[in-house]
């Protein structure tokens, strides 16, 4: 990464430690990885670049949304709990192609989750199956037999 980013990757790196916690920042984006950032066209950041694998889309309200590479990245470094929500045998093959979560078919969650947080889905094995946001809270996830629970971005079937 050149010079004239490096304020920016500074900043990234506090939004993404202050979003998903200490250490994501770094797990997001070493400090000896090829970073690139796309730019709109006011100079904001918009897309960031990993070694060729886009990691995350930095949204208008100054948070990011995982990609796959991105949700594996975070999974790596931080607790394995942490923004994940884990689903049954029954929603593998659909979330990996990309497709919601529904609370029916949620079995654990990570009780710091809230409505609108960015989320890793992952199946019974803890094996990453997409990323996405957030429809319900911990507690409704878990409560709830009916509605969205994760509004599913991209799958990793998707991204292979």
């Known amino acids: ?45 918009r897309q960031v670049y990993v070694d060729g694998e886009r990691v995350v889309s930095y949204g208008t309200d100054g948070r990011f949304t995982l990609s796959v590479s991105g949700g594996r990245r975070l999974r790596a470094a931080l607790d394995e709990s942490a923004y994940t929500v884990t689903v049954g045998d029954e929603s593998i093959p659909f979330v990996s192609d990309g497709k919601n979560a529904f609370a029916k078919f949620v079995t654990a969650v990570d009780p710091d989750v809230r409505s ?25 996830m878990l409560d709830f037999e009916t509605g969205m629970a994760v509004r599913v971005r991209e799958g990793v079937g998707s991204d292979e």
């Open 1 to 45: 990464m050149t010079d004239s980013y490096g304020s920016d990757l500074a900043d990234l790196r506090v939004v993404a430690d202050y979003q998903f916690g200490a250490g994501a920042g770094d797990a997001l984006f070493p400090a000896t990885a090829d970073i690139e950032l796309s730019r709109s066209r006011s100079g904001r950041p």
């Open 116 to 140: 609108g947080d960015e989320v890793c889905v992952v199946g019974p094995d803890g094996e990453l199956l997409g990323v996405g946001r957030a429809e319900l809270s911990a507690d409704a």
